[in-house]
């Protein structure tokens, strides 16, 4: 297929060469950052364009994968190409988006975490579609699943759903290594003495639904315990964090 | 060595089988439940106790591991050996707790997450020790090296900051696994789709500082999604949590 890759952030430098090795040809990838554009085209040998009226309108299939606050305005500064797919990539926005712009349209969410430089492999990540009309999910489902072994149909619904789920068990829990970091280092000691814990954490589950799995002092309602961590802590955010946390496994636990 | 583990909870039931392993006498297991005692010690070949005064005194090195709460009031039930070697495995708990007990006194403490029936690497698994004179941090050292290839001296302070640490990186992430999990569940959703991202997410650590491994709307200062999260949710706590969590993850990216 013919593609045309919009944006050059994290998911379009992971997607886009990822297409490219599938044997699809990327025949242009657009930023308003021209250098963000070239980087990418180097990669997956395609035209850099940084102004949508240069969008190569000849291609049978569109991948948005630009920040969800934009989105809606790109959409609108596209022209209608009704013979094309057009696909976004973001778990929060809904399908409808492309309502009245385009007529064929859909959803290719890859539910990961990507940074720029990081390898992620892209095989097992699953993929999440949706389209407007059953021709044009089959063309979505075709593509998801030429990039990974799991591919899911869901509704706008489900995916704000799978998006929140994907902040707590991802984006949220990044952000507690990031306290633990602090702390450690705080204390003299390295961040890496951590892994080994945090590897068997997330190991565990694969095999223990997560409730049963609870461990610490919150979940044996330890409470001198947790009274000794919340006066060691100096940082408020972190008290606060700990309080409203231990509370909440404690409910849990009932 | 000749052995005598006090307890057999999660710590001591992965500790003791590991000792036994490395060719050490595991004489006894003490539980004040009789039937946890002789479960224990059933895989390690000892006899299993459940009144203290049973005790052998004869063993090199008597390995504390019962709740944070017991241990005073069973440091305090012990006979006096002053020729033994007295280690407790309690991340949070004070050297000093065995002062004017015994003679030869201090910490082993395995860094991990230990639920029975869940395999754990010990090898990897970072212990972190202490001892009240150099010859018993020496023989703390050497248990520990037979046990894990990480082995750490740290004080009682820095074990406090170690294990504030581990609720952060490992008990308060295992929480935020298991609200994704009910998130997933109410929207019919398998919790086995998180699990790639879940992996990814603590693999990324390995290789980049957790502050710059941050993503999601938090970090993107994206209000209209992180509203309409909050909006989306319908449960209390996962509002407070959501809020608390994308607020100190946006003033960490300032």
């Keep these: 297929m013919k593609i045309v890759i919009i944006g050059s952030g994290n998911v379009a430098s992971h997607i886009a060469p990822a297409l490219h090795r599938a044997g699809h040809n990327i025949v242009q990838i657009f930023s308003p950052t021209p250098e963000h554009a070239q980087t990418l085209a180097a990669v997956t040998g395609s035209d850099a364009i940084s102004?949508?009226?240069?969008?190569?309108?000849?291609a049978q299939c569109y991948i948005y994968s630009v920040l969800d606050d934009v989105l809606p305005s790109v959409i609108g500064a596209m022209p209608a190409l009704p013979n094309a797919v057009h696909l976004h990539t973001a778990g929060s926005m809904d399908i409808n988006l492309f309502e009245g712009y385009?007529?064929?349209y859909g959803v290719l969410y890859p539910m990961q975490t990507f940074s720029k430089n990081v390898e992620v492999d892209l095989c097992t990540t699953p993929f999440f579609i949706e389209g407007n009309d059953q021709q044009t999910q089959d063309t979505a489902l075709q593509l998801a699943r030429q990039l990974s072994h799991r591919v899911i149909c869901a509704t706008t619904a489900q995916r704000t759903q799978l998006h929140i789920g994907a902040v707590?068990?991802?984006?949220?829990t990044n952000h507690l290594y990031a306290m633990c970091h602090d702390i450690l280092d705080a204390a003299g000691l390295p961040f890496d003495v951590m892994l080994p814990l945090i590897d068997?954490?997330?190991?565990?589950?694969?095999?223990?639904?997560?409730?049963?799995a609870q461990t610490g002092p919150a979940a044996r309602h330890d409470k001198k315990v947790m009274e000794k961590h919340i006066a060691a802590l100096t940082n408020d955010t972190q008290k606060k964090i700990y309080k409203l946390l231990s509370d909440s496994i404690e409910q849990s636990a009932e």
Aim: proline share 3%; no cysteine; aromatic share 6%.
């Design 51 to 58: 102004d949508i009226r240069n969008i190569d309108t000849t």
């Design 168 to 172: 707590f068990a991802s984006n949220f």
């Design 200 to 212: 068997a954490t997330a190991k565990k589950i694969h095999t223990l639904e997560p409730h049963k």
């Design 102 to 104: 385009q007529q064929r």
